[in-house]
């Protein structure tokens, strides 16, 4: 079965950049599926960040565009995620979840989130 | 962005009751709606995609239905096991979700 984890650290100051890595076990990274990344806000309101597929191309949020960016290590069969000049708004839950195809795109498998907490 | 509204907010029902939750779409998605629940402290589970099909491993009792811009998630027969939050997300374009349902029992 498919397993993703997200690491990283928990607070992160103003203008500064947000690195996380999501790491996967049960499935090569290169092998299907776009690898994305999700946040939840506090309040429930949930917003797709964006992907790099299997093939390595990358997908963005038009709202994050400017600011984010998704690689990966093949080797290490991990993906990343970094997001720049964050404000407190970014303070949120973040996921990492694989992004599959029918009918539409959909999540179907999800990390168990870490909390990211944007503060001076 | 297709914006994804989502109703109602919150319900509480009884064990057995059946529950609807409702999502309309800003323009039409094709049937490329799923939903999700989420319980305290996990991450949120998929149910159903492409509107109507079931994920495998979802109890029968869930069910998604929809066309066009209106979609809905149906629990027939509420069990313990199914308050959380709900949500839909389309993904047709840019994928979004909407705002949540958090369903309780009575």
């Known amino acids: 079965e498919i397993q993703l984890q997200e690491s990283g650290p928990g607070l992160v100051k103003p203008s500064q950049s947000l690195s996380l890595t999501c790491s996967v076990t049960?499935?090569?990274?290169?092998?299907?599926?776009?690898w994305s990344w999700i946040r939840k806000f506090p309040g429930n309101k949930m917003e797709w960040m964006g992907y790099i597929s299997y093939s390595g191309s990358t997908n963005y949020n038009p709202s994050l565009k400017s600011r984010i960016s998704i690689t990966r290590d093949t080797s290490k069969n991990q993906f990343f995620l970094q997001l720049n000049s964050v404000t407190t708004e970014d303070t949120a839950t973040y996921y990492c979840?694989?992004?599959?195809?029918?009918?539409?795109?959909?999540?179907?498998?999800w990390g168990q989130g870490v909390m990211v907490t944007v503060s001076s | 962005d297709i914006q994804m509204t989502q109703s109602p907010a919150s319900l509480s029902a009884s064990l057995g009751e059946t529950v609807s939750i409702e999502c309309l779409a800003s323009e039409g998605i094709s049937n490329s709606l799923a939903w999700y629940q989420q319980k305290p402290g996990k991450s949120p589970q998929l149910l159903i995609y492409g509107a109507s099909s079931l994920q495998d491993g979802v109890p029968s009792r869930f069910s998604g239905s929809g066309s066009g811009t209106q979609y809905s998630l149906k629990i027939s027969g509420m069990q313990p096991e199914d308050e959380g939050v709900y949500y839909c997300q389309q993904g047709y374009k840019y994928l979004t979700f909407g705002s949540g349902t958090k369903l309780e029992i009575k």
């Open positions: 979840a694989s992004c599959d195809y029918y009918s539409g795109e959909y999540f179907d498998y």
């Open positions: 049960g499935y090569t990274i290169t092998s299907g599926y776009d």
